[in-house]
């Protein structure tokens, strides 16, 4: 499917401000695909669509993850809205035939991953820094990730993880993997 294809897929099952973020998602995709030799319209295809599922209902996301043979792990049967990153890849692999690069891209975006690719880290990264979001480090974010975008994966981990531990929430494993991995 083409991008325009996609995009309107997206525009149909998202909400105006999800749909919003994914444009946002698939521009910085380009930006840093351009800095990072990655081929352009693979980065924004996974950029517009990583968050397909993020607005389905919980109920919905377990169906969907039991009829297709999705793993479920401890952490996301606690939070369950986590499931969107497995289900979206999953989605865009069967109905918009992305390959496997991408589909590892979009299961990686909201927690990272051990042995990230550059596409992957790139979705991650811009998912953070698109103009829709309003971090007070966001300028400081976007720099760093034009010049080393390890670094931008490590500051945004950092970022997410002190957030959830003020909050006393629960931290996925995949984060804390990711993190280790980039600081060895």
């Given at each position: 499917m083409t991008y325009q294809q996609i995009e309107q897929v997206a525009k149909n099952k998202l909400s105006e401000?999800?749909?919003y973020h994914s444009q946002c998602v698939a521009e910085q995709c380009e930006v840093l695909a351009k800095i990072y030799n990655v081929p352009i319209?693979?980065?924004k295809l996974v950029g517009?669509?990583?968050d397909i599922a993020k607005e389905m209902e919980k109920e919905e996301m377990k169906q969907y993850a039991k009829e297709n043979a999705i793993e479920i792990d401890e952490?996301?049967?606690h939070h369950i809205k986590l499931l969107h990153a497995k289900i979206g890849a999953?989605?865009?692999k069967k109905q918009f035939l992305f390959d496997?690069?991408?589909v590892r891209a979009i299961e990686a975006h909201t927690t990272g991953k051990k042995e990230m690719d550059i596409l992957a880290k790139i979705l991650f990264v811009a998912d953070a820094i698109g103009d829709d979001r309003n971090w007070e480090d966001?300028?400081?974010i976007r720099s760093i990730a034009k010049k080393d975008i390890n670094s931008a994966v490590l500051y945004i981990l950092d970022l997410n993880i002190k957030e959830r531990i003020e909050k006393k929430k629960l931290i996925h494993?995949?984060?804390i993997d990711c993190r280790n991995e980039l600081l060895m």
């Open positions: 401000k999800r749909f319209e693979k980065a517009i669509a990583h952490i996301e049967k999953d989605i865009c496997e690069q991408m966001l300028e400081e494993i995949d984060s």
